[in-house]
């Protein structure tokens, strides 16, 4: 086990950056990696037949907004990136040319009579801001200023497109707030589900926001000083109940994505049960974590020395994952947001969730 951020890199050609998804969503490639043995080819459209009666796919139907905004302060371009709304309805942001704001600051956006004002600024570019819109006003004003915050590595010179707009959405996406997409969703199509359905399989959803720390390198080289942003999630009590009842019933928690997983272990307790959530967390997953409340997950594949690169690793064993991670260079899987996906085993589970008796 290593704390060092130097660790978790490998090699990347830039040609395996995915700059569209697969068409259909589920002709993406699906590396299935079982814990010993083999890696296996195989597509998204396979999944079905990886599933079986009582299993429960977990995956996150937060929708995403247009967070990315571009404010002035006079003459002054300020960029916006959106992060999490807060309890008093303003907004945490991450700001580029933070150093221009002073607290009081009032910022305008063109196409727009609404305003901001500048509430608090933080160390590291981070910003909280009062905007003059709220509720459906606030949606107009997205729709009418914002862009959608696509993640650095898909080049789009002239902003996000119109097919963007459909490409980076969910077929689960229900509840607005995130940044960016929980991309392992992007796979999912009506037939898809229509397939994991049919194996008796069943399926819940949660509600992670993913904020726009997701966006943020790992600066650290000693990963235990990094501090993840906060992010909002919501596992309803019935949701809970659910899935606290497929693992007393001998079935697998599927995490569909990341976020899925990390908001379900936010909200397990020691023992493995899981329990309602309404709150923030930022939690951080990395090697030697046990984990409570999934067996399996569905996930992209990750960038180098990525805090989601050490989650994957601490999921499925780091020799493990270092090897699969290489297997997809050398076949020429495609990465990132728009790129293939793996599913993964959990190698390190809690004891009362391996024998069951936390349930």
Known sequence: MSDRTEDFDFHLPETLIAQEPARPREAARL???????????????????????GDLLVANDTAVIRAQLHGLRGEAHIGITLDRILPDTSWHVLVRNARRLKVGDTL???????????????????????FSAEGSAFDTFLQDV???????????????????AQDYATIFAEHKGAVAAPTA??????????????????????????GAGTFL???????????????????????????????K??????????????????????????????????IFIRPGYRFRAVDMLMTNF???????????????????????????????YRFYSYGDACLLRCANPIEAHRTGESA
């Open 217 to 247: 390198p790992v600066r650290e080289n000693d990963i235990s000083k990094h501090h993840m942003h906060a992010e909002r999630g919501i596992i309803t009590p019935e949701t809970a109940a659910r899935i606290n009842a497929v693992r």
């Open 249 to 282: 019933a001998g079935g697998r928690i599927i995490a569909v994505g990341t976020t899925s997983l990390r908001l379900l272990e936010s909200a397990a307790d020691e023992n493995g049960i899981v329990h309602p959530f309404d709150d923030v967390t930022s």
């Open 185 to 210: 969703g992007l796979h999912f199509t009506p037939a898809l589900l229509e397939a994991v359905d049919a194996t008796g399989a069943e399926r819940c959803t949660l509600t992670l926001h993913v």
């Open 302 to 332: 990750h960038l180098p020395r990525s805090t989601l690169f050490m989650l994957v690793c601490a999921f499925a064993g780091e020799e493990r994952m270092r090897a699969a991670y290489a297997h997809t260079v050398q076949t020429g």
């Open 146 to 164: 914002g862009a959608l915050a696509l993640p650095p590595y898909i080049h789009r010179p002239h902003g996000p497109t119109a097919q963007d």
């Open 31 to 53: 590396l299935d990696v079982p814990p010993h043995g083999p890696f296996m080819d195989r597509h998204v459209s396979d999944l079905p037949s990886l599933l079986k009666a």
């Open 108 to 130: 305008t956006f063109t196409g727009s009579t609404h305003t901001a004002t500048v509430l608090a600024r933080e160390e590291g570019g981070g910003a909280v801001l009062r």
